[in-house]
């Protein structure tokens, strides 16, 4: 999916109109982007006084699996590398009072940085993030 018009653009468009410079569709034109945009633009600049994009990407979780919870998991996986999902999840219950799914343990496992080798949880140096 392509980014935002840039700022520049959405500027030069907003002046052009409310210096009555043409119609929506005039300066749709003229300026090479989709009326429904500028549309957008206007809308959004009378509704919140900015005509900036907003961020992109989806919606944003917190991870069910963090800070003193993952440092725990973190501490098992290195005291017991052949421990199981399911240990994870208990001593993450243990510390947190969360339950977690085998499958979220899972991808935290993952994205704290350990593997399965042989049966084994080996810290591998891609982690993404500290616990």
Known sequence: MPGPYSAELRARVIA????????VATLAERFMVGTASIDRWLKKLRETQSFMPSPMGGARRPYKVHG??????CDLLDSI?????????????????????????????RRLGYTKKRGFFVRSGRSNLKP
């Open 16 to 23: 052009a109109y409310q210096n009555d410079e043409g119609s």
């Open 68 to 73: 003193e919870g993952a440092q725990a998991v």
């Open 81 to 109: 590398p052949d421990a199981t999902l399911m240990d994870a999840c208990e001593v993450h219950f243990r510390v947190t009072q969360i339950e977690v799914p085998q499958q979220t343990m899972s991808l935290a496992v």
